[in-house]
């Protein structure tokens, strides 16, 4: 089993900047991806980012040049920085791991919402 605990959401204004954090535990050498998935409302939950164990990354095309995935190894987190924030940008943002095919651990979710 996976463990994953998010932080960073918040409130703020369009164009503005946050950093979310995952820390994972248990048995992260399961892990080959982790990622960040995000759920607006009356909306499907869609992947916004994702980094392999390799480091390769794949974005969005409607956060492409606006956010970035990390990872630390070391510390068993990754982050999720993201800039030039839009109000539609507003959703849950859920920090997601994967073993293989398919998103298998789920966090809790951090609430972001960007208004003025």
């Known amino acids: 089993q996976v463990q994953l605990v998010e932080s960073g959401g918040g409130l703020v204004q369009p164009g503005g900047s946050l950093r979310l954090s995952c820390a994972a535990s248990?048995?992260?050498?399961?892990?080959?991806?982790m990622g960040w998935h995000r759920q607006a409302p009356g909306k499907q939950r869609e992947l916004v980012a994702a980094i392999t164990s390799g480091g390769t990354t794949n974005y969005a095309d409607s956060v492409k040049g606006r956010f970035t995935i990390s990872r630390d190894n070391a510390k068993n987190t990754v982050y999720l920085q993201m800039n030039s924030l839009k109000p539609e940008d507003t959703a849950v943002y859920y920090c997601?791991?994967?073993?293989?095919?398919?998103?298998?651990?789920w966090g809790q979710g951090t609430q972001v919402t960007v208004s003025s």
């Open positions: 248990g048995s992260i050498f399961s892990i080959y991806a």
């Open positions: 997601t791991a994967a073993e293989g095919v398919g998103w298998d651990y």
